[in-house]
Each structure stands twice: as structure tokens, then as C-alpha cells.
């Protein structure tokens, strides 16, 4: 079995370091561990234009700690991205020299857009493209990144506008009096009509950071109508109606009546003020706190990055395990014609019956080997060679098949002859897991039908075009030498097909004709006479 592939991402924001390990599987991604770190790049960044000595230590020792966390838990896919703290500071090569030789970590500096794209991708995922925001705010401890949706586009803007930036740029470092407030707001006022914000007022919005999620939770909000998972939320009124109790309490005050951290404490009134007066520039009225952020769109990114390596990866162990079974009948003088061309119409009715079968997809590869080899035991007996091709597909060399592989093939070869009911019984008297067991039985069924189709061993059946009529499967065939009065026996093997799948099992047969005449030369493929004849 495959070891799972594991994803880390690292969001170093200007308040905190972010960390994320994630597993993952065919159909999700897994959270396996997370874990947010209090060192606070911004520190003396933004007055001082570098990273103070101190935090850089602190820096290094939370990456070199994520480090061991990979190793732990065998991540072989990493993203580390730092943002506006990082990208302004002029000594910013020392920390990335130290994180790359002493953590082992490549960290990335990205700008304001692409940290604006990955906190747009992040909350579309969560909330869904029936339910795209007309606005997202991302406010960080250096910068405020807004994105706004004009019609089915996205204009994007990062502004410096982070907590940190004004709380060390202000001395904003307790309850903040209204003279300060009043700063904050015409700040943030004043960069906000750089933004093209458009005549749009109202509709959904989101608010992103550790800031909005904990603004969502003190003002309390019921959830927007529409938003699955019940995602918190705030009006800008009840936003408005709290700041006075937010902004005007100490640190010590905000840590023991909101529950913080002291370092979320020391920010959290000037979020306040920020998603306020953004909000209210913006025409928005509420915001809904999907909880999402920076290192959730680089773990989805990293996750997609590895399907698709997974893909190509699956293709091309595919294509070596058909040749290296090839190349076993070759040396046993086994003819294949016949067995690929039961591995043609197999591959055809796997992929054209997903909805049907429900099969994983990579299984397809052991039908298609199965359906290959199925028919090798004739070079040592034909009577009974079905026994002969399970035995010689277990002691076969073929690289790239694990036991429980080996074994699935070796049953598909051995259960395409005989009744439905030997068939039922051979597979389930198998050491095989019962999941596996019935992932065989539905192999085996397909199998079944894809020899039967060849019953005569001529290829006959050029196409197959699988369709669902009701309660039952339709093959519509072309064939080479149209209808026959044999054709009945096409689907002589459809019995574990109807049983396994609760369908009946239809053909209908045509030839395949030239396009008339009239049609432009330019027109592809070719056109089929009219069915003649139908079995059942």
C-alpha cells in the first residue's frame, strides 16, 4: 500500500507564525495538526525598517520545531510564505538564510497580490461559488488586503494597514483614547480612497484573520442565511454598538472578558476600528468570519499540486505494469490478441459506468491487467486454464504489484469462467478484506461482460457506447460484420453484472457505415446504420 502523502503549510504573518500538517486521501484533505506561534515579526519592522535580532531567534527556533513536526509525520510537500513584515525588511536575507540552513525550510517572500489571491482562494473554497462575497478584508499584523468582486472578476489592493504596523507606528499599546481612535479611522479612511470601490453597497462579505474570527466571537452574530457549516458573523452595527467595550479596555482587561492571548489582546482594538471603518467605507453591512486564511490556500494549492503528480504518477506506473504483463505472456508464448482486446472493451466499460460501479479509480489499471492476462493458463491446459491463470499470475514477475494486487488479478483471471454463484463463492472464501471483496465481485462482473463481448475471439466489437435506460444498462455496439443471429451470445456472461449491480443488461448491434455523401470532408468519426437486432 502507498504511504499517504502529506502536506505542510507555514503562514510567517507579521503577529504570529502559522503552521498547518495535513494528510492527503481520494477525497479530502485531512487536518492532522496545527498550531499558531506569538512571534511577532513586525516587531520593529515597520518603525525601524528590520527584523529585530531577538524575534529572528525566535523565528528560527519555531521553524526548526515545524521542521520536526514534518519529519514526525512524514511530510513530503511543503509551502512557507511570509508576508509584510517580511517583504519590507531590509535585513530579511538574514532570516531566510537562517530557516533555510538551520531549520532546513525554504521560506517564501510573496507580495501584497498574491497573498490577496491565496486569502480570496481560501475563503471562495470554504464558503462556496454559490455564495461568492462581494467583498473579502484580510487584516494582518502588517497590511489590510482587500479584495472586491465586480461582476464574476476579482480587483484586488493590499494596504498598509496592519494591526502591528499601527500599534508600534502610534504607541496604540493599551485601551486607546478617542483622539487615537479617531487616527486609526482617518488612516484607514484616507487609504481607502485609493480603492475603486465601485456604486455596490450591501451583500455578503468576509472578514479573514485571527482578528475577525475573535471580533465574530465577542460581537456574537447569528449566521448569514445561505452559509453552510454555520460560520460566525458580525453586523457592522453590533461591530459599531461594541467598540467602545473592545477599544477602550487594557490589554488585561481584553485578555479576561474576551478570552485572548495577550498578544491577540494588544491588536485586538485596533482591528476593531480597522474592520469598521472598512466596512463602512465599503458600503458592507455584515461579514461573515469563514475562519480561513493565507496557509489554507497554500495547503489547498499543495494538495492539488500533488493530485496531479498523483495522476501522472498512476499513468505511468499504469503503462509499466501492461508492459511488464505483456511482457510475462510473451515469455510463457501466451497470445495476447484476445486479451487486449478484452482489456479494450473493459477499459471502456469502467470508465463509461463510474456512477454505476463506484470504483476507485486507479483500480481500473488491475481490470485492465487482469482482463490482459485472464486467458494465460491456456499455454498449460485449455481445459480448466481459468485455475491455470491464477496460479501463473501469483508466481508471475511483474514489477510494481504489491500482494493485495497481485492477488485481486490473480481471482479476477480465475472468476471469469463459471456461474455468478461459483464466482460469489470463490471471492468470498479469499483472505481479502470484505471491501476489497466487493470491489472484486464488481471487477469480476466487468470483466464477464468484456469477454463475453468477445465470445468468438475475433474482435468483432470495434466500440461500445454504455448508456442507463431505466433499470437497465444499455450496450450499443459496432461492429465490424453487423447483426448477427448470434448475437444473443454477447452477453452470455452478464449474470454477475445483473446481480452485483441490480440492472439488466441490453445490447444492440450496428455496423459501422461511411458518412453519406453530402457530409464535408472535414467532418470526423462515422455514422452507424440502423439497429437491426436487439438481445437481451
Given at each position: 500500500?502507498e504511504a499517504?502523502?502529506r502536506?505542510g503549510?507555514i503562514?510567517?504573518?507579521?503577529n504570529?507564525i502559522?503552521v498547518?500538517?495535513a494528510?492527503?486521501?481520494p477525497?479530502?484533505?485531512?487536518?492532522?495538526?496545527?498550531?499558531?506561534?506569538p512571534?511577532?515579526l513586525?516587531?520593529?519592522?515597520?518603525?525601524?525598517?528590520?527584523l529585530?535580532?531577538?524575534?529572528?531567534d525566535?523565528a528560527v527556533?519555531?521553524?526548526?520545531?515545524f521542521?520536526?513536526?514534518?519529519d514526525?509525520?512524514g511530510?513530503t510537500m511543503?509551502?512557507?510564505?511570509a508576508?509584510?513584515?517580511?517583504?519590507?525588511a531590509?535585513?530579511r536575507?538574514v532570516?531566510l538564510?537562517?530557516?533555510?540552513?538551520?531549520?532546513?525550510i525554504?521560506?517564501e517572500v510573496?507580495?501584497g497580490?498574491?497573498?490577496?489571491?491565496l486569502?480570496r482562494?481560501a475563503?471562495?473554497h470554504?464558503?462556496g461559488t454559490t455564495?461568492?462575497?462581494r467583498a473579502?478584508?484580510d487584516l494582518g499584523g502588517?497590511?489590510l488586503e482587500?479584495?472586491?468582486?465586480q461582476?464574476?472578476?476579482?480587483r484586488a489592493?493590499?494596504?498598509p494597514?496592519?494591526?502591528?504596523r499601527l500599534?508600534?507606528t502610534?504607541g496604540?499599546d493599551?485601551?486607546?483614547?478617542e483622539?487615537?481612535?479617531?487616527?486609526?479611522?482617518?488612516y484607514?479612511?484616507?487609504l481607502?480612497?485609493t480603492?475603486?470601490r465601485?456604486?455596490?453597497?450591501?451583500?455578503l462579505a468576509a472578514?479573514?484573520?485571527?482578528?475577525?474570527?475573535?471580533?465574530?466571537k465577542?460581537?456574537n452574530d447569528s449566521?448569514?442565511?445561505?452559509?453552510v457549516g454555520?460560520l460566525?458573523?458580525?453586523?457592522l452595527?453590533?461591530?459599531?454598538k461594541?467598540l467602545?467595550m473592545?477599544?477602550g479596555a487594557?490589554v488585561?482587561?481584553?485578555m479576561?472578558?474576551f478570552?485572548?492571548?495577550?498578544d491577540?489582546?494588544?491588536?485586538l482594538?485596533?482591528?476593531?476600528?480597522?474592520?469598521?471603518?472598512a466596512a463602512r467605507?465599503?458600503?458592507l453591512?455584515?461579514?461573515v468570519?469563514?475562519?480561513?486564511?493565507?496557509r489554507?490556500a497554500?495547503?489547498?494549492?499543495?494538495a492539488?499540486?500533488a493530485?496531479?503528480?498523483q495522476?501522472?504518477?498512476e499513468g505511468?506506473h499504469?503503462?509499466?505494469?501492461l508492459t511488464?504483463?505483456?511482457a510475462?505472456?510473451?515469455r510463457v508464448?501466451h497470445d495476447t490478441?484476445?486479451?487486449?482486446?478484452?482489456?479494450?472493451?473493459a477499459?471502456?466499460l469502467?470508465?463509461?459506468l463510474?456512477?454505476?460501479?463506484g470504483?476507485p479509480?486507479?483500480?481500473s489499471?488491475l481490470?485492465?491487467?487482469?482482463?490482459l492476462?485472464h486467458?494465460v493458463g491456456e499455454?498449460v491446459?485449455v481445459?480448466?486454464?481459468?485455475?491455470?491463470?491464477e496460479?501463473m499470475?501469483?508466481w508471475a514477475?511483474?514489477?510494481?504489484l504489491d500482494?493485495?494486487?497481485?492477488?485481486m488479478i490473480?481471482?479476477l483471471a480465475?472468476?471469469h469462467?463459471?456461474?455468478a454463484?461459483?464466482v460469489k463463492?470463490?471471492?468470498?472464501?479469499?483472505?481479502?478484506?470484505?471491501?476489497?471483496r466487493?470491489?472484486?465481485?464488481?471487477?469480476s462482473?466487468?470483466l464477464?461482460v468484456?469477454?463475453?463481448l468477445?465470445?468468438?475471439?475475433?474482435?468483432?466489437?470495434?466500440?461500445?457506447?454504455?448508456t442507463r435506460?431505466?433499470e437497465a444498462?444499455?450496450?450499443d455496439?459496432?461492429?465490424?460484420?453487423?447483426?448477427?443471429r448470434d448475437?444473443?451470445?454477447?452477453?452470455r456472461k452478464?449474470d454477475?453484472?445483473?446481480e452485483e449491480?441490480a440492472v439488466?443488461?441490453r445490447v444492440?448491434v450496428?455496423?459501422?457505415?461511411?458518412?453519406?455523401?453530402?457530409v464535408s470532408s472535414s467532418s470526423?468519426?462515422s455514422s452507424?446504420?440502423?439497429?437491426r437486432?436487439?438481445?437481451?
Amino acid at each position: 500500500m502507498e504511504a499517504p502523502v502529506r502536506l505542510g503549510a507555514i503562514d510567517a504573518g507579521s503577529n504570529a507564525i502559522r503552521v498547518v500538517i495535513a494528510e492527503l486521501t481520494p477525497t479530502e484533505l485531512v487536518r492532522i495538526e496545527a498550531e499558531r506561534v506569538p512571534v511577532r515579526l513586525g516587531h520593529l519592522a515597520f518603525t525601524q525598517g528590520e527584523l529585530d535580532p531577538k524575534v529572528i531567534d525566535a523565528a528560527v527556533g519555531a521553524f526548526v520545531h515545524f521542521r520536526q513536526r514534518f519529519d514526525h509525520h512524514g511530510v513530503t510537500m511543503y509551502r512557507a510564505v511570509a508576508t509584510s513584515a517580511v517583504r519590507g525588511a531590509a535585513n530579511r536575507d538574514v532570516l531566510l538564510h537562517r530557516l533555510y540552513h538551520e531549520a532546513g525550510i525554504e521560506l517564501e517572500v510573496i507580495d501584497g497580490d498574491e497573498e490577496a489571491r491565496l486569502v480570496r482562494k481560501a475563503v471562495v473554497h470554504a464558503l462556496g461559488t454559490t455564495t461568492l462575497p462581494r467583498a473579502i478584508l484580510d487584516l494582518g499584523g502588517g497590511s489590510l488586503e482587500v479584495n472586491l468582486r465586480q461582476g464574476s472578476a476579482w480587483r484586488a489592493y493590499s494596504l498598509p494597514v496592519g494591526t502591528v504596523r499601527l500599534l508600534e507606528t502610534f504607541g496604540l499599546d493599551g485601551a486607546i483614547a478617542e483622539a487615537e481612535a479617531g487616527m486609526v479611522r482617518r488612516y484607514t479612511a484616507t487609504l481607502m480612497h485609493t480603492i475603486n470601490r465601485g456604486s455596490g453597497t450591501g451583500g455578503l462579505a468576509a472578514a479573514t484573520g485571527g482578528n475577525a474570527d475573535a471580533l465574530a466571537k465577542i460581537v456574537n452574530d447569528s449566521v448569514p442565511s445561505g452559509i453552510v457549516g454555520a460560520l460566525p458573523s458580525f453586523e457592522l452595527a453590533g461591530l459599531e454598538k461594541a467598540l467602545p467595550m473592545i477599544v477602550g479596555a487594557t490589554v488585561e482587561e481584553r485578555m479576561e472578558k474576551f478570552g485572548v492571548k495577550r498578544d491577540r489582546a494588544e491588536v485586538l482594538g485596533i482591528a476593531a476600528l480597522v474592520f469598521a471603518t472598512a466596512a463602512r467605507q465599503l458600503g458592507l453591512t455584515k461579514l461573515v468570519a469563514p475562519g480561513v486564511g493565507v496557509r489554507e490556500a497554500v495547503l489547498l494549492e499543495l494538495a492539488e499540486t500533488a493530485r496531479e503528480e498523483q495522476i501522472r504518477a498512476e499513468g505511468a506506473h499504469d503503462k509499466a505494469l501492461l508492459t511488464a504483463a505483456r511482457a510475462f505472456a510473451n515469455r510463457v508464448d501466451h497470445d495476447t490478441t484476445h486479451g487486449e482486446h478484452v482489456r479494450h472493451l473493459a477499459r471502456a466499460l469502467f470508465h463509461q459506468l463510474r456512477d454505476v460501479h463506484g470504483l476507485p479509480e486507479h483500480r481500473s489499471v488491475l481490470l485492465e491487467v487482469a482482463a490482459l492476462l485472464h486467458d494465460v493458463g491456456e499455454v498449460v491446459n485449455v481445459r480448466g486454464h481459468h485455475k491455470h491463470s491464477e496460479y501463473m499470475i501469483r508466481w508471475a514477475r511483474l514489477p510494481g504489484l504489491d500482494d493485495t494486487a497481485r492477488e485481486m488479478i490473480a481471482l479476477l483471471a480465475r472468476t471469469h469462467r463459471k456461474d455468478a454463484a461459483r464466482v460469489k463463492q470463490i471471492i468470498s472464501e479469499s483472505t481479502l478484506p470484505k471491501e476489497l471483496r466487493g470491489q472484486l465481485r464488481k471487477l469480476s462482473a466487468l470483466l464477464r461482460v468484456a469477454d463475453g463481448l468477445d465470445w468468438e475471439h475475433r474482435s468483432r466489437v470495434e466500440q461500445v457506447v454504455c448508456t442507463r435506460m431505466g433499470e437497465a444498462i444499455v450496450l450499443d455496439l459496432v461492429v465490424r460484420d453487423g447483426p448477427s443471429r448470434d448475437d444473443a451470445q454477447l452477453v452470455r456472461k452478464a449474470d454477475l453484472f445483473k446481480e452485483e449491480f441490480a440492472v439488466d443488461l441490453r445490447v444492440t448491434v450496428a455496423r459501422p457505415v461511411s458518412p453519406p455523401a453530402e457530409v464535408s470532408s472535414s467532418s470526423s468519426g462515422s455514422s452507424l446504420e440502423v439497429v437491426r437486432s436487439k438481445m437481451h
